[in-house]
């Protein structure tokens, strides 16, 4: 019974339940999560069976949910929040940048900050606006927090427990169209570090390298390309701060070409980041720029244009074909 | 004295504003400047007898003069202390200070209130309320010195860092208290902030989650009449006190110069709060007498007969007037207090002098509990590159 096939949500879910029970100081926070379970019901149940104690139901402001939470782990308890959607994290940005990720250094170390902020984040569930953002850069940006996304069950459920575990605040960014995704979920397995890239799919012709919902994007491109007759190998992020450059550069040196995929916009997002860095690291293995796909410098457009603005496997596939031109 | 205040910005106002429509047009703001407020101690030093006042006199109707002797050294030393770094500020030992000057009544009645085991949350103008909670006040100088952040644990005297971001504090002392209600502790938090806080988001939100929660914190604001160059007006239009009613929580406005009332008032919120009574909101009436920091210019926003004003209302004088008249204080008190307040300074000013550099690797340290990758990658690159200094040949030197 200990692999499962459960829905990323639903990972999430067992993971925050999981959480609770092991630790009496783990809180769940945020706008509705209690008795509706959250607007995407990702702490459905928690409350009916930790208390109005444990998983807080707190009033509509997001500024005070973090700076809260930060109180409280102040005080020795683990708060877990949520942000309803990813583009009203921005009333708790100055929170989060001025005071939960600068407060351990502040403090000489004397004192740590063990808080989740959980974003469900991105596109392509036809949302209205303010509810597909991408804002991982900004966060990733700052020192003193630690950003990830998962793109799958397994990940969901094991990340969540690290980053509760973390003594360092998370931002975890849940990739909100693929909630419904299944996968296998073994809670009995040991899982590899919080900050890991993993290969989602080996090849030997380009490196995609994806984290959160287009990692799936990715690794369709990839079994189409595999049609064409191209072996591309799709490494998923899963942290955007820190980035595992070293997995980056051990998959870039065997295929020597890479596109970077996100939803985020390109101008200054994760694929820039991580194109300068690969491009220092492997000059003398590349055969072509490093790519970048994404969002453009635009706001997240009205639904009815969102198929257009996120890549989907057409832009994928078609940066594929650019790098290999070369 | 207030309403002299208010007369004398007034030209500056009305020249200021928007014209004869606009001012017809204007509410007329309740006369937040004309105060009643809880005074146990009158500026002339005479303890008030007003059957108004018997909650909070009680709270300090066995007070000792051995007490209100201590009351008056606090407020003396820390006053001595605040001299000593804004002398150092312009010595430029210190890249900035922010003076408390006129406001040791408000900070040290509040923190002799607390209880060792309460926790408190100051803005970073809270020197008073840091020395009665046992921080060497050295401590607070390493930060306008630059030479951290922070700088302190604040587990150590349960005295948070300073913080500079308006407001944000009173969200953290909320968080806190939350914990402590949930611990089934009988402790309390206090939060303070000044009058231009109570303009932001996170003190409105903090109001709200303490009330909603019933959570053990008592707000404690020092309307010093200034934020920066924007007077009290350009904050509120009713007084700040009152803001507490609409949240559902008390509000009391105490004369911040007078460390008796501030002392009994404080008492009295921080016991409602470990009764499990709820939040409390104090605005303590005072007056900030220096500038904002070392970095503003008092005179291009405000009035010289403002601070003349408030100068008769000073709260070491008024203790001192009470004390002598009382019989509670002789000569030799206040002649050790002289001398205990030249070492003091002379300590400050010997402890700043010799505070080192901090190490150059400090850049990289305690940025994250558990480690970062980027952080290692960047501290190994920058010890290295500080390295290279140490083989590279001295100036001058021929190769």
């Known amino acids: ?326 | 004295m207030t309403v002299e205040s208010t007369a004398a910005r007034k030209p500056r106002r009305s020249s200021t504003g928007g014209g004869k429509r606009a001012s017809a047009r204007k509410p007329a703001p309740q006369k937040s400047t004309e105060p009643e407020l809880i005074q146990l101690l009158t500026p002339e030093g005479k303890r008030v007898e007003d059957a108004k006042n018997a909650v909070y006199d009680a709270y300090v109707a066995d007070i000792t003069a051995e007490e209100l002797r201590g009351l008056y050294r606090d407020m003396v030393l820390t006053r001595r202390f605040d001299a000593e770094a804004t002398a150092l500020q312009r010595q430029g030992e210190l890249g900035l200070w922010a003076s408390l000057l006129g406001q040791e009544a408000a900070q040290i009645g509040s923190g002799r209130a607390t209880r060792d085991d309460d926790y408190v949350f100051p803005t970073y103008r809270e020197h008073g309320v840091a020395w009665c909670r046992g921080v060497d006040p050295t401590n607070l100088l390493g930060m306008f010195r630059g030479v951290n952040n922070g700088g302190w644990d604040p587990n150590s005297n349960n005295f948070h860092l300073y913080t500079i971001v308006i407001g944000s504090q009173t969200l953290h002392a909320t968080g806190y208290a939350m914990g402590v209600a949930k611990d089934g502790a009988d402790s309390a938090v206090i939060a303070y902030f000044g009058d231009g806080a109570s303009s932001q988001g996170d003190v409105a939100e903090s109001f709200t989650f303490s009330a909603v929660y019933n959570a053990p914190v008592v707000f404690f604001c020092q309307n010093n009449q200034w934020a920066i160059s924007e007077p009290t007006e350009k904050q509120t239009r009713v007084p700040l006190y009152q803001r507490a009613q609409g949240f559902g929580f008390p509000g009391v406005r105490v004369d911040g110069n007078d460390v008796l009332a501030c002392l009994a008032v404080t008492k009295w919120a921080l016991e409602r709060a470990r009764n499990g009574e709820g939040p409390a909101l104090i605005e303590a009436f005072t007056y900030r007498m220096g500038a904002h920091t070392t970095s503003d210019d008092p005179t291009k926003y405000r009035n010289d007969d403002e601070r003349v004003a408030w100068e008769a209302k000073d709260p070491i004088l008024r203790l001192r007037a009470y004390l002598e008249s009382e019989g509670h204080a002789d000569e030799g008190f206040f002649a050790e207090l002289d001398d205990e307040s030249e070492a003091l300074g002379k300590r400050v000013r010997e402890v700043v002098r010799a505070m080192p550099d901090p190490d150059l690797m400090a850049i990289f340290e305690n940025i994250y509990a558990d480690g970062h990758a980027l952080v290692d990658e960047e501290r190994a690159q920058f010890a290295a590159y500080q390295a290279s200094f140490a083989d590279a040949p001295a100036a001058g030197e021929v190769k």
């Not at chain 1, 069950?153 to 849940?174: G, N, T």
């Not at chain 1, 596109?259 to 390109?266: G, I, R, S, T």
């Not at chain 1, 994404?294 to 496997?313: D, I, Q, S, V």
């Open chain 1, 1 to 326: 019974m200990a692999v499962q096939k459960l829905p990323i949500a639903k990972a999430i879910n067992e993971s925050l339940r999981t959480a609770l029970e092991n630790d009496p100081k783990v809180l769940i926070m945020g706008e509705d999560v209690g008795k509706l379970g959250g607007v995407f019901r990702v702490t459905d149940g928690l409350q009916k069976d930790f208390g109005e104690e444990r998983v807080i139901d707190t009033p509509l402001a997001e500024s005070g949910i973090v700076g809260t939470a930060i109180g409280l782990a102040l005080r020795g308890y683990r708060p877990v929040v949520e942000i309803q959607f990813d583009g009203f994290v921005f009333p708790a940005y100055d929170q989060i940048v001025t005071q939960l990720a600068k407060m351990h250094a502040r403090a000489l170390g004397k004192i740590k900050m063990p808080v989740v902020i959980r974003i469900p984040y991105g596109g392509g569930i036809g949302a209205v606006e303010h509810h597909s953002e991408s804002p991982e850069t900004l966060f990733a940006h700052v020192a003193g927090l630690k950003v990830v996304s998962p793109s799958n069950s397994a990940d969901a459920y094991w990340m969540m427990q690290q980053a509760i575990q973390s003594d360092d605040p998370v931002i975890f960014f849940e990739p909100k169209r693929r909630y419904w995704d299944k996968g296998e979920v073994d809670k009995e397995a040991i899982p590899g570090p919080l900050h890991k890239a993993t290969v989602a799919r080996e090849g030997t012709d380009l490196t995609l390298a994806a984290y959160g919902p287009m990692v799936k994007v990715c690794l369709e491109a990839a079994a189409a390309a595999e049609e064409e007759g191209k072996s591309l190998e799709v490494v998923d992020l899963r942290s955007m701060s820190p980035v595992d450059f070293d997995s980056v550069q051990a998959s870039v040196e065997k295929t020597r070409r890479l596109v970077v995929v996100h939803e985020a916009p390109v101008f200054l997002g994760t694929g820039a980041e991580i194109a300068a860095r690969i491009t220092e690291r492997c000059f003398y293995h590349l055969e072509a720029p490093v790519l970048r796909v994404g969002g453009y410098h635009a706001p997240y457009p009205p639904a009815r244009l969102e198929e257009e603005y996120l890549p989907g496997l057409d832009r994928v596939l078609d940066a594929v074909d650019r790098s290999l031109a070369y």
